[in-house]
């Protein structure tokens, strides 16, 4: 057991607090909180939530958690966002599979259409070949009606065309990015972003009005003012594109819709104050 773990599991036990009991409070898997007592962070989903989770858990248990951060901040990992979170694991896989398959499918339908092409193409040129062949008889055997008649060219005839329909290019499907829900703590939801290389943010409101801030996230608790204010539904829709961590805080959450990504952000019903962090992974 590391020396942080030993701190944290003592101011627990002294506050009578199961391991339960804190999963409860903090929304953390227990496996997770035994982790951190055990000091073996490598059990946690990514270095980004390990400072998260040390921060909740101090707070559960009466300690300040800047001051913990900062006593140990030498052997918490630096908060980084892993590129494979355990929980989409296996829903990667799929994803990975499903994009073989519909590559396979694209190309499937793709030859299939080259070869209806030129069998319609084959239709038409047998067609107009038959067509011209039927009109030269024709004009051949005119002559021998009657010994008067007189082979008439006409100089004004249109050619026939043959038609060949074009071939559209076509165009690769590229991923539906994924927005999840990592985790809760201290009233603020947690959500990671895959396949999407910025954090595309929407904001509207369809009745009422709603108070907002925009911060970008360069640390722990280091965060830059984007923007704020009131959305009306005078004011539309306001969109941001970015490439860093995003927070966002709503005065009045149940008259807003948040969209990331194209996905929707679960509100809740009642008009608080609700809290959102959102990361690429």
């Known amino acids: 057991m590391s020396e942080l773990g030993q701190l944290l599991r ?22 997770y909180l035994e982790a951190i007592e055990d000091g073996n962070y490598k059990l946690l989903p990514g270095n980004f939530y390990v400072r998260a989770f040390i921060k909740s858990y101090s707070e ?3 300690l300040d958690p800047n001051e913990v951060l900062r006593l140990y901040r030498n052997v918490i990992p630096a908060s980084q966002v892993e590129s494979k979170v355990e929980p989409n694991h296996r829903k990667r896989s799929g994803i990975k599979t499903n994009d073989r398959w519909s590559k396979r499918i694209t190309t499937l339908v793709f030859i299939s259409f080259l070869v209806l092409i030129i069998v319609l193409a084959y239709y038409f040129i047998d067609k107009n070949s038959k067509t011209a062949d039927n009109t030269n008889n024709t004009e051949e055997q005119g002559p021998r009606l009657t010994d008067k008649a007189v082979d008439v060219v006409d ?10 329909p074009n071939t559209p290019t076509p165009q690769a499907s590229s991923p539906l990015a994924e927005v999840k829900l990592a985790s809760s703590a201290n009233g603020v939801d947690y959500y990671i972003i895959s396949n999407a290389t910025k954090i595309e943010l929407e904001l509207s409101v369809a009745t009422d009005k709603c108070w907002f801030e925009i911060d970008e996230v360069s640390g722990v608790n280091s965060k830059k003012l984007i923007e704020t204010g009131n959305l009306e539904t ?28 194209g996905v929707i952000i679960p509100v809740g019903d009642l008009p608080n104050v609700k809290k959102f962090q959102f990361e690429l992974a």
Do not use: C, F, H
């Open 10 to 31: 003592k101011a627990r036990l002294e506050k009578g607090i199961s391991l339960e009991d804190m999963q409860e409070t903090t929304k953390i898997r227990k496996r």
């Open 60 to 62: 559960s248990v009466g």
């Open 155 to 164: 100089p004004n005839a249109t050619p026939i065309a043959t038609i060949e």
């Open 234 to 261: 005078t004011t539309g829709k306001k969109i941001w594109s970015l490439e860093k961590p995003v927070y966002v805080k709503l005065g009045r959450a149940n008259a807003a819709e948040v969209k990331v990504n």
